[in-house]
DNA sequence: CTAGTTATTTCTACGTCAGAACTAATAGGG
DNA sequence: CCCTATTAGTTCTGACGTAGAAATAACTAG
């Protein structure tokens, strides 16, 4: 089948085409609703859609109300687009091989030894290859991302993990592959994954914030990501949370590093218990009852939950959501978690609803390829 | 002259008369670029609002280009209608009638003895008449603002400083003024007019940060306002700032009401010079350089910097307005103020913007006038 | 005085939409 | 088993809004 057209389409088949995407099967009558399209409209404008192959009817009878005609859903073809996202740390390249509604494929990793931006490069495309060659059809995209800041969706200008500062990134990989590719913040990618298929689905506000290596934080309103210039310096990550805490490597006493990064509580842990121990170990300690292990997780988790209330107080978003390597911490002190939220919340106000993602560096990369996805089907 | 009809306006007539109420004078060429309509359009757009007297042709010839034909801006007649703007706080009812750019035509104030709902009503009620009376013309709607939950644009669900639960503020006033009245949080009314006419104009996101009898917070991300069901508890008031700060009422140690509400920074200098100081007094001092009252107010001013910290740092605006009755506090402490800031931004980070406006209570009533003009010119 | 530039108007062809009338497919009741 | 109510989808048409071209207007710069 060829793949069907996305760059073409304009105007309210763009929309129809969109909403199908990102809400899974809808039948006409519930499009014409969404969108505020007389039903004629509706029939107008899905069928050269359905003609181009980019929509197909399907026959998921819907639970709904079972009076009438029944409807007849339309959905697009996941499978008719696969795309490659590539999420690089300081030591791994972490790849996935998704479809159009950025459901994964195939995974793989490569080791980074070398932080020149050739060795990335070359490393980051040879995987990127491997991904492709594995996949039932051609990729369309790719989306490359990596904590820093990132222009024009392809210029890197400041990776502090990486020592980089300027490297054409997008360019280098496009020359290796040939394929499309856009580059991005991470934060900002795992952000739109999440925003478009993920826990922040269908809500026009809302919060996400990792805990892992470092702290993200991302922010959703009114159905759009919010960003400024600073936003890949990650301003949040120095957040100050408690005043008795640890100093961070900045000299900040207490901020969102120092309490939840997955390097600090292990090092405390390991200083508390005088012997090296690992963050996941670390929070089995903890969860088995050892004594020092439960006091740094639970200071952490207190830390935790004044961040989700800080976040929720100036941004009053409908949900938050937690991601990160390191966010098995909300689960392993969920009640310290809950105190260190009220503490900072009024008494009168809702708990926000708070949903966690898995703590694979799978959701990275699959934010990666949500970017690619999002640069293919809006176009640019 | 006959009120220009709002209501019937619809799809791209309407764009064009909001889009000239809020950007001032505007030629049709300059609409038709922002708009993306072709010129034709504008042409015939603009011709049925011509002749209702809705838009007028100015004759104030822009500074731009001097080559080619000169435009012809259009602007609408501020004076065409007339909006009265009340805020109650727990003593006074503060109120303004404006014109339909939110220009301040008459104030007016009227003591609030007795928080009964009855008494409020017909204070307020009162001084709605009189500042109609006043108005060189019919006076179109009422707005009314308070700190407090409101439902419906009419009903208090809940306002803790006059001590209401579900009064229908809006109905009363209807009733007793006949004109129509919208009602609505104070930090809301402030923060719409500061994005529709005041210091947030132009911003697709800023954040507003209110200091006085208490802390407020509103937020505008791409163009529109942030809220949720909480937001009218100012949950940002209670935000940490200072370890080591004085408590605040409800247990908070260094909160934000505990550091730069005007209460306590008066109490603070009262307490340390052993007499009773006022607020502007205590900041007239520290101006001249008595030592105690530097000491709280540089306190405080940092912990001012350290909010729009927070507050830029989580919601990443462009700009960050300050107001409130107590703002001088960011003059005086201006340094102080710029130390807390940093102390919490990456030494990357740009400063934000940061505008002030007046501490006059008018600012209050004048957003509250705005919200009646925005139900206006939005209908409903 | 002429050429160049920008703004605005007028007119027309085209595309999109809502709405009405109609067909299709189901459930439920007698 | 037929009739009615209900919801989904299709076809057609008239109304409306738009872009685009062409004409006109009003100025500046030389």
Redesign the pocket.
């Known amino acids: 089948m060829t793949p069907a057209p996305w760059g073409p389409l ?4 763009h929309a129809v085409a969109l909403d199908v995407l990102l809400d899974g099967p809808l ?7 969404r ?13 050269p859609l ?1 003609d181009a192959g980019l929509l197909v ?1 399907v026959d998921d009878s819907p639970a ?11 959905d697009i073809v996941p499978e008719a687009h696969h795309f490659v996202g590539v999420k690089i740390t300081g030591d791994t390249a972490h790849g996935v091989l998704t479809t159009l509604r950025a459901g994964v494929v195939a995974s793989a990793d490569a080791p980074l030894d070398d932080h020149s931006p050739f060795a990335v490069a070359d490393t980051v495309a040879g995987l990127i290859s491997e991904l492709a060659a594995g996949s039932p059809a051609d990729v369309t995209a790719v989306g490359v991302a990596l904590g820093g800041h990132v222009v024009e969706a392809s210029d890197v200008v400041r990776a502090p993990f990486l020592g980089w500062k300027d490297v054409p990134l997008g360019d280098m990989l496009r020359s290796r592959t040939g394929l499309p590719v856009v580059v991005s913040n991470d934060v900002t990618a795992l952000t739109e994954a999440t925003h478009w298929f993920g826990a922040g689905h269908g809500a026009a506000t809302f919060s996400l914030i990792t805990v892992g290596a470092g702290v993200g934080f991302g922010l959703v309103a009114h159905g759009r990501l919010v960003t400024n210039e600073d936003a890949s310096l990650g301003l949040a990550s120095h957040h100050p949370l408690d005043p008795s805490g640890p100093p961070c490597f900045a000299g900040h006493r207490g901020c969102a590093v120092a309490m939840l990064t997955i390097r600090s509580i292990a090092t405390q842990v390991s200083v508390a218990l005088g012997r090296e121990v690992a963050y996941d170990e670390a929070l089995d300690l903890a969860e088995d009852g050892d004594p020092a292990a439960r006091r740094v997780v639970d200071d952490a988790g207190r830390a935790l939950g004044r961040f989700v209330a800080a976040a929720a107080n100036f941004t009053m978003p409908e949900r938050v959501v937690l991601g990160g390597e390191g966010v098995r911490l909300a689960d392993v002190a969920r009640e310290a978690m809950q105190a260190g939220l009220h503490a900072d919340r009024d008494p009168l106000a809702h708990d926000p609803v708070i949903a966690t993602l898995s703590p694979s560096f799978t959701e990275w990369a699959r934010g990666a390829a949500v970017i690619a996805i999002q640069t293919f089907v809006l176009g640019t």
């Open positions: 304009s105007g309210p088949g039948s006409r009558a519930e499009l014409s609703r969108l505020d399209l007389s039903a004629g409209s509706l029939t107008r404008l899905t069928k359905l009817e709904g109300s079972r009076v009438g005609r029944p409807s007849r859903p339309l």
